[in-house]
């Protein structure tokens, strides 16, 4: 059984930083690209950053661009993103989706999300 | 960017009705498009992938059709467990973009 689970959420100030981590477990995580996929509360589903198998391709939203990190630890099946200069606009459930491994992209598991609240 | 756009935003409608929900992009897309299913407080769920691919263990009442720019989400007898809120996403390019969503609620 797949399993995506995330971990390091929960309340940073104005600027500050976090590091998000999602577990991996079920299938060979080294074949799949991952992405990282954001919520605000009420809103929509925003996709946030990409990464190839091995790491070397890397794909992130404009809005995050410079300020997030998106990477990868395939010995520990484990995916992760840096968020620094956070600002409220960040606050979101964060999940970790599993991507494809050749052809299109889609999201076939997900984890169960991590809060976010960027506030003083 | 490729922009998402669903419709309706919401709709009301009774178990064993057929909905249909659409999503247009703002350029072609080819068929680079996929369908997620989400319930209040949990992680969105794949339909449909590529257009017209049922995901495995998804119910053969949805179905997804298109191909460009115009594409569609029909549920053939929605049942009780299909109240959720659904959104398209585009996989023609990065960044890799979301509709809005359609809320699908009890009438």
């Known amino acids: 059984e797949v399993q995506l689970v995330e971990s390091g959420g929960g309340l940073v100030q104005p600027g500050g930083s976090l590091r998000l981590s999602c577990a991996a477990s079920g299938f060979s995580f080294d074949s799949y690209w991952m992405s990282w ?32 990190t998106i990477s990868r630890d395939n010995a520990k099946n484990s995916l992760f993103l840096q968020m620094n200069s956070l600002t409220a606009e960040d606050t979101a459930v964060y999940y970790c989706a599993r991507d494809h491994i050749v052809g299109a992209t889609n999201f076939d598991d997900w984890g169960q999300g991590t809060l976010v609240t960027v506030s003083s | 960017d490729i922009q998402m756009t669903q419709s309706p935003s919401s709709l009301s409608a009774s178990v064993g009705d057929r909905v249909t929900i659409t999503c247009r992009a703002s350029q072609s897309i080819s068929n680079y498009l996929n369908w997620y299913q989400q319930k209040p407080g949990k992680a969105p ?22 191909s ?14 299909d109240f959720a809120s659904y959104y398209c996403q585009q996989s023609h390019s990065t960044p890799l973009t979301f509709g809005g969503g359609t809320k699908v609620e009890i009438k």
């Open chain 2, 45 to 66: 769920k794949l339909l449909i992938y590529t257009s017209s691919n049922l995901q495995g263990g998804v119910p053969s009442r949805f179905s997804g059709s298109g």
């Open chain 2, 68 to 81: 460009g720019t115009d594409f569609t989400l029909t549920i053939s007898c929605l049942q009780p467990e």
């Open chain 1, 37 to 68: 996929v954001r919520q605000a509360p009420g809103r929509g589903l925003e996709w946030v950053a990409q990464i190839n198998q091995d790491g070397s391709v890397k794909y992130y939203v404009d809005s995050v661009k410079g300020r997030f």
